[in-house]
């Protein structure tokens, strides 16, 4: 069975500041990995999907890698602004049926 | 083109009732996901549906059941509600094809309240 972990469960982190978010998962059988971010009480923005054939994506300034071997994905942040503040969570994909996702990480970033 | 939305927006029910949410899908998709969201959790994927017949489902009892509509709107029914059904209903929509699912987008989700 798939499970997906995201560390750490929260971070915060003074305005300006580069940041890394972590996700692992147990079984490297995947179609993709997605990351999403979660405004409270809203709905799921995907931010970046990659593919299993890919190593990373980026957009602006979030950056996403995926080490399918090791069941890694990292998604990095440059210059965080408060805006950022927000639960990060990545999902994988195993098929055309669903997604898995980990717990998330909830994000402050302090002006 | 319009997003996925969902509605009622929060809903709150007692132990023993049944509830129905509903979710429309983004135009041009013909696939719909459910998923729940408990407090704190992640997402928990219940099931999809495509062109109107259920297709994979996750670990959840047959009390929860679903249906797609011909313009691609789905239902999610509970029926027999417990406290632990109280979360977030997120519904995502996206085109299939070839046996592939593109990028699923979300709705806003249904808040449910079980007392």
């Known amino acids: 069975k798939q499970e997906v972990t995201q560390i750490p469960a929260a971070l915060s982190v003074p305005e300006g500041e580069n940041l890394v978010l972590n996700c692992s998962f147990t079984?490297?059988?995947?179609?993709?990995l997605q990351w999403f971010r979660q405004d409270p009480g809203k709905g799921l923005t995907s931010l970046l999907l990659i593919q299993s054939s890919q190593r990373e994506q980026t957009s602006g300034r979030l950056n996403a890698s995926l080490d399918k071997s090791s069941g890694r994905s990292t998604l990095y942040i440059a210059a965080s602004q408060p805006g950022d503040s927000a639960t990060y969570l990545c999902a994988v994909e195993e098929g055309a049926q669903k997604l898995v996702f980990g717990q998330g990480t909830r994000l402050t970033i302090n002006p | 083109e319009t997003g996925v939305t969902q509605s009622p927006t929060h809903l709150i029910k007692t132990r023993g009732q049944q509830v129905t949410l509903r979710c429309s899908s983004q135009?041009?998709?013909?696939?719909v996901s459910w998923y729940q969201q408990a407090l704190g959790q992640g997402p928990q994927f219940i099931f999809q549906y495509y062109r109107e017949e259920e297709n994979g489902r996750g670990n959840f009892p047959p009390r929860f059941s679903g249906l797609q509509f011909p313009n691609y709107s789905s239902e999610l029914n509970v029926n027999a509600l417990e406290l632990d059904d109280s979360a977030l209903y997120l519904c995502?929509?996206?085109?299939?094809?070839?046996?592939?699912?593109?990028?699923?987008?979300f709705g806003p989700g249904t808040r449910l309240t079980v007392l």
């Open positions: 135009s041009g998709h013909n696939t």
């Open positions: 995502a929509s996206s085109f299939k094809t070839g046996g592939r699912v593109d990028t699923q987008y």
């Open positions: 079984d490297s059988a995947i179609y993709n």
